[in-house]
């Protein structure tokens, strides 16, 4: 399941290219669409790359890696199930989504077609509100074309998605972070990441959606790999915290 901790590490780590279906974490080929899609990230070696980088343009982002080390891969797998497992997680633990996803899987009621056909008591019976079976059948309507989705601009994959109940544009930029693996796509609305950028710039508060989304713009083409190194950053600073 497609945990919002983001902790599992993707099953395309350390194999070939080509071998999980992505393209090379440089820029795609022209057939792919490198204009509208820009880099991919698909091995460890792409993160280290983007790393690196960020660590050269920002002596901040230098000091954050060498609190963190090297920065995890955590690519997952794409389509209808990674949109289903972050509906599942909204607004609850990772104990209790965990637990209700695996009763999903019990019920064997993970995909499109089973959402549709299950009734509302069935879904129920698993653990989901009333609220989030209809987010699940509203995605399981959708009908989205997961496939396509690879090649198409992020703004089409956040239009698309986000045009889903129960799917909001913090999920739509996260899927295209990890499922999609996009280098250039950031979430400034997570507050892990807003609460990071405070702490590794020393601001007096949280920067804001907006005002971080603009601050971003200076760590393209590797944002999604600027997203991973404040997360990162965030947990030393908060394990540094709780030794105190």
């Not at 997570?190 to 601050?215: F, G, S, V, Y």
Request: hydrophobic share 45%; charged share 25%.
């Amino acid at each position: 399941m497609w945990d919002r901790h983001f902790l599992a590490q993707s099953p395309c780590a350390d194999v070939p290219w080509g071998a999980c279906g992505r393209s090379p974490c440089h820029s795609v080929p022209m057939s792919t669409q490198t204009d509208s899609v820009g880099r991919i990230i698909h091995s460890n070696a792409c993160v280290a790359e983007g790393a690196a980088w960020l660590a050269a343009a920002e002596p901040r982002f230098a000091q954050a890696l060498e609190a963190t080390g090297p920065l995890p891969l955590r690519l997952r797998k794409d389509g209808f199930e990674a949109l289903f497992g972050a509906i599942v997680s909204q607004q609850v633990s990772v104990a209790a989504a965990d637990a209700i996803w695996g009763r999903l899987k019990d019920a064997r009621l993970t995909g499109p077609r089973k959402v549709t056909w299950a009734s509302e008591e069935a879904l129920r019976e698993c653990g989901l509100s009333r609220q989030k079976v209809r987010y699940a059948k509203a995605l399981a309507a959708a009908n989205i074309n997961f496939a396509g989705l690879r090649d198409a601009p992020l703004e089409e994959v956040v239009s698309t998605l986000t045009d889903v109940p129960g799917i909001g544009i913090w999920t739509a930029e996260i899927y295209a972070m990890f499922s999609l693996g996009r280098a250039d796509v950031f979430a400034p609305g997570d507050l892990a990441l807003q609460e990071a950028t405070r702490l590794l710039w020393d601001l007096d508060a949280r920067p804001k959606e907006r005002a971080l989304r603009e601050m971003a713009q200076a760590w393209s083409p590797w944002r999604a790999v600027a997203a991973r190194l404040l997360w990162a950053y965030f947990r030393v600073a908060k394990d540094r915290e709780g030794t105190r």
